[in-house]
């Protein structure tokens, strides 16, 4: 899991928006938001970028941390590089942990 702070930059998907597009496409790019405050590890308030880079305030907002299902509505999710990033710092923190133990 990776603990969200202020600052940082994740995905918005409006559940609005589906099909805003194109009928034919099943989900539309996410926009981009950057975390304003923080709630808990899995609910935070942003400052969300349209399509047009307009900024748009979204509060107790979801944050799918990507076990389980995505929700049904609108929620914020990492972007599959800052997910990359974690999965490595994990391993290498529990092969450190494994060398400290032997």
Not at 12 to 30: H, V
Request: net charge negative; with cysteine; charged share 25%.
């Amino acid at each position: 899991m990776i603990k969200p702070t202020i600052g940082r930059v994740v995905w918005f998907r409006d559940s609005t928006l589906k099909g805003a597009i194109s009928k034919d496409e099943p989900e539309p790019q996410p926009c981009a938001a950057i975390i304003a405050f923080v709630h808990s590890d899995t609910l935070v308030n942003l400052t969300v970028f349209d399509w047009n880079g307009c900024p748009n305030a979204r509060t107790s907002v979801p944050l799918f941390q990507g076990d389980g299902e995505r929700p049904d509505g609108s929620f914020c999710e990492w972007m599959p590089y800052q997910q990359g990033q974690a999965a490595k710092t994990e391993a290498l923190e529990k092969k450190l942990e494994e060398a400290k133990g032997q």
